[in-house]
């Protein structure tokens, strides 16, 4: 998100001061803000604390604190910026007023980014009066350590809006376009997959949960170092994940064979019982 030169971060926890570090790092000027006194008088000493704690030093770190100018309200955490990364509890209601009181002190070009990694994008941005220049976005926690940026395309979010905050990336992130608004997203839904498949697995009686955490613990965790399952399939020779073809593409093919797609995949889906990652 480095085409904001002027940030603003409303909530001074650890999401929210993890999204200030980040875009100090980045060389930006950011306003976090929190309605919580304590909160705003600890945020630049913790944040400094977090580079210390990540070891970032020397020339990389100079001034970074200081360019988190800590603002005692949400107005002026909004005035002037150039996107304003929303990280307040997940509570439809309140995110909602805050957007909206955002929107009302921001400038008209600023970008509108709540991070809403449970609650669907739409409902947050209901108060919002020009949503096309608001994205969601889903960061992991702490935002400062795991690079990832779910970047949230709604039905009214511009090109220009998601091309903006996407690209190019801040110090230390890696953002990603999700074209639907979805549960999970597409990290939670990762993350999740391995767990339903878990207990399929030992509800079905083919293993137990020992040996279930066996496999997962001694082979998957050697395995995470390597390449995620889209590009372990290019590395591999197999056909390459991608969007299924539109119907009139299926029928310009002719009439499927049986075992035609097993075969060209290396056999993996040829018979067997599969759960959740078949």
């Not at 998601?162 to 597409?186: F, N, S, W, Y």
């Not at 995620?228 to 056909?239: D, N, T, V």
């Amino acid at each position: 998100m480095a085409a904001a030169k002027r940030s603003g971060a409303v909530g001074a926890g650890l999401m929210g001061r993890g999204i200030a570090q980040t875009m100090a790092r980045a060389g930006h000027r950011v306003a976090p803000t929190d309605p919580v006194e304590a909160a705003r008088a600890a945020a630049r000493a913790r944040i400094a604390a977090g580079f210390a704690a990540m070891g970032v030093a020397g020339a990389e770190a100079a001034g970074c604190p200081e360019r988190n100018e800590v603002a005692p309200t949400l107005a002026p955490a909004a005035r002037g910026t150039d996107l304003v990364d929303e990280a307040a509890p997940e509570k439809p209601e309140r995110e909602q007023a805050i957007l909206a009181d955002i929107e009302a002190h921001a400038p008209a070009g600023c970008i509108l980014a709540p991070n809403t990694p449970v609650i669907p994008t739409a409902r947050v941005m209901a108060r919002v009066q020009d949503k096309a220049r608001a994205p969601g976005t889903r960061r992991w926690n702490p935002p400062h350590m795991i690079p990832p940026v779910e970047v949230i395309r709604t039905a009214a979010t511009s090109e220009a809006t998601m091309a903006a905050t996407i690209a190019p990336p801040a110090a230390g992130e890696a953002p990603v376009p999700v074209e639907k608004d979805v549960p999970g997203l597409i990290g939670n839904r990762l993350r999740h997959a391995p767990w339903r498949e878990a207990m399929s697995l030992v509800e079905r009686g083919i293993c137990d949960a020992t040996a279930v955490d066996t496999v997962g613990e001694a082979g998957f965790r050697a395995a995470a170092r390597g390449a995620w399952p889209a590009r372990e399939r290019r590395s591999g020779g197999h056909r390459p994940l991608a969007r299924p073809p539109s119907e009139a593409a299926r029928r310009s093919r002719g009439p499927h064979r049986p075992g035609a797609d097993a075969a060209s995949d290396g056999g993996r889906r040829a018979g067997g019982d599969q759960g959740g990652w078949g």
